[in-house]
C-alpha cells in the first residue's frame, strides 16, 4: 500500500474544506495513520476525554474515512463514525448502548443520503458504509463525505445534550 499517495490525497481533501466551515461547527481534521490504515477524521474537541485528542485509551467520537490494504483489494473507501469508551468523556454520564440508539433514530432521517451505509452494529460504530474506490476521484470522494458528515455532525452534539452532568 502506498501510504504516502493516500495520506497525500486525504491532505488535499482536507485544504478543499473551508476553514471557516469547520470553525463554525467548532470541527477540526485529522489526517494520520492508524492500524495499517490511511485515517482522515473530523471531530470536535469537545467529543474526547482527554485535551490532548489522543487515539489512546480515552473515550472518543469522531467521523472517519479509511483506505488499507484490505479496502483497496475490495476496492472500497470505507467511512464511519465511531464512539468508543463514551463513559470517559467528562461532562456527561453515557450509556453507550443508549447512545447509539438514540443517534441512530435521528440519523434514520439522514441514512438515505449516505451510500451502502449500514447501522447495525454494537454501541462503538454508530454507522459504516463504503464507496467505490478510484484514486483519480479520492480527493473529491473524502470532501464530499465531509461535506455529508458536517451537515449531521450536530446529530452527536444534539444527542450528547441528553447526558450533560448536572
Do not use: C
Not at 466551515?21 to 473530523?42: C, G, H, P, Q
Not at 471531530?43 to 467520537?61: A, C
Not at 461532562?91 to 438514540?102: G, L, M, R, T, V
Not at 451502502?116 to 480527493?139: A, C, H, Q, S, Y
Amino acid at each position: 500500500m502506498d501510504f504516502a499517495f493516500y495520506l497525500n490525497e486525504f491532505r488535499l481533501a482536507a485544504v478543499e474544506i473551508p476553514q471557516e466551515n469547520l470553525d463554525r461547527e467548532y470541527l477540526k481534521i485529522s489526517i494520520t495513520t492508524v492500524l495499517e490504515s490511511v485515517a482522515f477524521k473530523i471531530y470536535k474537541p469537545q467529543w474526547y476525554g482527554d485535551s490532548k485528542l489522543s487515539e489512546g485509551s480515552s473515550g472518543r467520537i469522531f467521523f472517519s474515512v479509511w483506505i488499507n490494504e484490505k479496502t483497496i483489494k475490495e476496492g472500497r473507501m470505507y467511512y464511519n463514525i465511531h464512539a468508543l469508551k463514551l463513559r470517559e468523556l467528562k461532562n456527561y454520564k453515557i450509556s453507550s448502548k443508549d447512545f447509539a440508539q438514540n443517534f441512530r433514530t435521528e440519523f434514520s432521517k439522514y441514512q438515505e443520503d449516505w451510500p451502502n451505509v449500514n447501522v447495525n452494529f454494537g454501541p462503538l460504530t454508530l454507522m459504516e458504509g463504503w464507496i467505490e474506490l478510484k484514486n483519480d476521484t479520492i480527493r473529491k470522494d473524502v470532501y464530499l463525505l465531509a461535506q455529508k458528515f458536517m451537515k449531521i455532525s450536530s446529530i452527536i452534539d444534539k444527542v450528547l445534550e441528553k447526558y450533560e452532568k448536572p
